[in-house]
């Protein structure tokens, strides 16, 4: 599986739509920090699920294994996913995850798992980035409980083990 591959879709993504962390003071310097983490490609992983074409098509063969293993109830919470970020909000679906969960730790499906139980805790970090913004933020709580439906479904299909062996 291509799973650690797929971040790099996101960074292009973000790049492509000027969304590239700055530094506090604004200044004109991007500063990057490109690290691996399994949470965030779980992120992305879910938009290519949703159906982000973007990402689906790239990965086709890893979409088409990972649906055939996930339960109904998270497939049902990722066309929920869709519809609220994509359709509604016109955002793709992983992007989207991806910029609200960064705000906090990342490294695994525990720590989104953490997050979503307290998504307060990254709220000062979410706050004070140049991408606060109060209507994107109630909307991110209010798929948290679909998020949760998918990301432990995840963990149950082996999304982990998967990721290591990437």
């Known amino acids: 599986m291509t799973y650690r591959k797929i971040i790099y879709v996101v960074l292009i993504s973000l790049v492509v739509s000027g969304c590239a962390g700055v530094s506090s003071d604004q200044s004109s310097r991007t500063n990057w920090q490109i690290t691996h983490s399994m ?4 992120l992305v992983f879910m ?7 973007l990402a689906e ?4 063969a ?8 996930l339960s109904q109830a998270a497939l049902d919470a990722l066309s929920t996913l869709d519809e609220n970020i994509r359709v ?9 995850l991806v910029l609200l969960f960064s705000a906090g730790p990342t490294d695994t499906l525990d720590d989104l798992l953490t997050t979503i139980d307290n998504p307060e805790s990254i709220l000062p970090t979410y706050k004070a980035s140049p991408y606060w913004d109060e209507r994107q933020w109630q909307g991110f709580v209010r798929m948290l409980p679909v998020v949760r439906v998918v990301v432990e479904d995840l963990k149950r299909v082996g999304f982990e083990e998967k990721w290591r062996q990437d």
């Open 39 to 42: 949470g965030l490609d779980a």
């Open 47 to 53: 938009g290519a699920l949703s159906g982000d074409l």
């Open 57 to 60: 098509k790239r990965y086709q």
């Open 62 to 69: 890893d979409v088409d294994e990972m649906r055939g293993e």
């Open 88 to 96: 509604r909000a016109r955002q793709l679906v992983g992007p989207g």
